[in-house]
């Protein structure tokens, strides 16, 4: 999701699972007018559940603006049989870094 879709993302109210980890935060003062106008623009929502959502698309959108790196190593061909490199950039240490903490995460409830 990202940022500008966030309004219509608290209209609708719709709910994930929630990690029991923390991380505490002090913002500039810009940045914490934003978030009291925000809080004020939708009286319905908490501080807790602005910043979750603030974090989730910011995170979205830094993960989709990664930038594809070109490998050596074909992976597959396109509709018009030319060739699809992999991509050696950030995105997919991000990806497999991403899933491992993930699996680590489900694995701490259980």
Request: hydrophobic share 40%.
């Amino acid at each position: 999701m990202k940022a500008s879709e966030l309004i219509n993302h608290w209209e609708a109210e719709y709910g994930e699972q929630i990690s029991a980890e923390s991380y505490p935060i002090q913002l500039n003062h810009k940045d914490s007018a934003r978030v009291e106008a925000l809080l004020e623009m939708f009286p319905g929502l908490t501080k807790e559940r602005l910043m979750r959502d603030l974090v989730h698309a910011a995170l979205n959108d830094l993960a989709s603006g990664f930038p594809y790196v070109q490998g050596d190593k074909v992976i597959a061909q396109d509709e018009e049989g030319f060739p699809m490199y992999e991509d050696v950039g950030p995105t997919p240490e991000f990806l497999a870094l991403t899933r491992k903490h993930l699996q680590k995460i489900n694995a701490d409830k259980h």
